[in-house]
């Protein structure tokens, strides 16, 4: 049996580790990120990984930097032949890289070469694309550019937001795990190099992007509002206060309408003039302060400004 070192924090992680110890093929130690403050109360709550690694009475090692001479050390200690990565949080440097006999492999959830980078799966729904999946590579310094052991596809669903995506690339990361520790217990590792002249990069997805351009063409603002959840959820300014869009759908516009125009019968329908001509009709929103609602739910709630 191969013996590995499982790095990952988040839940995506969690989830694959979970599989593989469904499939009674733990690994012999699991490193997550150190704990770290959270919510309105800054309590510290352990990662997704950890807490359920202590469920499985799992080796654990929390850890502010992997590279650490510190850290190294405590890793040689577990002689692991590879070492497996799942959306862990850190970079890893030499030290660590050419620990394991079979080297690192990390899990990252595009189709590279496309969408290297910290947000895959949110570039990939907002740029319209159609399927996306998992890939297997083996980690070098360049970031996500190594050859790759393992890659398989998967459709986007068109109504798919991030979140319902994640968790389904996990699903299918994790079953691509399994296989990988199966050849490499036969002996089958072949890798294929990257194709560089068909990389592009996936950003980070950062807090200002949640504020919707009216001028962009309503499909493409649709993708945005998929794509942004479950964070930062694309929001736009009403009647003087941000509101959150959930889930919204392509409409015939008005002609002569300027893009960010509210068109609106205050009972059952809400739309918003988009710069292609198209209109977005808004299906689930959360005002400032209050619950996510349908659409009818929050029209017949919201107090409209009075008019003098």
Request: glycine share 8%; net charge neutral.
């Amino acid at each position: 049996m191969v013996k590995y070192i499982y790095m990952g924090t988040p839940q995506i992680a969690a989830r694959i580790l979970e599989k593989l110890c469904e499939h009674e093929l733990p690994p012999a130690l699991v490193v997550t990120q150190m704990a770290k403050p959270k919510g309105r109360g800054y309590k510290v709550v352990p990662s997704d990984v950890e807490q359920y690694a202590r469920t499985q009475d799992l080796n654990v090692l929390e850890t502010l930097d992997v590279n650490a001479q510190s850290t190294v050390d405590v890793l040689k200690t577990f002689h692991a032949d590879l070492i497996i990565v799942v959306a862990f949080g850190q970079i890893l440097k030499e030290s660590v890289l050419k620990m394991p006999k079979y080297g690192c492999l990390n899990l990252h959830a595009s189709l590279l070469p496309k969408y290297r980078g910290a947000a895959p799966v949110q570039r990939a729904i907002m740029e319209g694309e159609k399927e996306t999946g998992v890939t297997l590579q083996r980690i070098v310094r360049k970031l996500d550019a190594g050859d790759i052991f393992l890659q398989k596809k998967i459709p986007i669903l068109p109504d798919e937001t991030s979140g319902d995506l994640l968790l389904r690339l996990g699903d299918l990361g994790g079953d691509m795990i399994l296989e990988t520790l199966q050849k490499i217990e036969a002996g089958q590792m072949a890798f294929t190099p990257q194709e560089e002249s068909l990389a592009t990069y996936a950003k980070k997805i950062e807090k200002a992007e949640s504020n919707i351009d009216w001028n962009q063409p309503a499909e493409q603002i649709s993708n945005v509002i998929r794509a942004l959840q479950p964070w930062p959820v694309a929001q736009m300014d009403f009647q003087g206060e941000k509101l959150k869009i959930f889930k919204a759908t392509v409409v015939p516009g008005l002609s002569g309408q300027a893009p960010g125009s509210l068109q609106t019968d205050r009972k059952s329908f809400l739309r918003v003039q988009c710069g292609d001509g198209n209109a977005l009709s808004l299906l689930e929103v959360q005002q400032e302060g209050r619950k996510r609602l349908n659409l009818v739910e929050f029209l017949q709630g919201y107090r409209w400004p009075s008019v003098d």
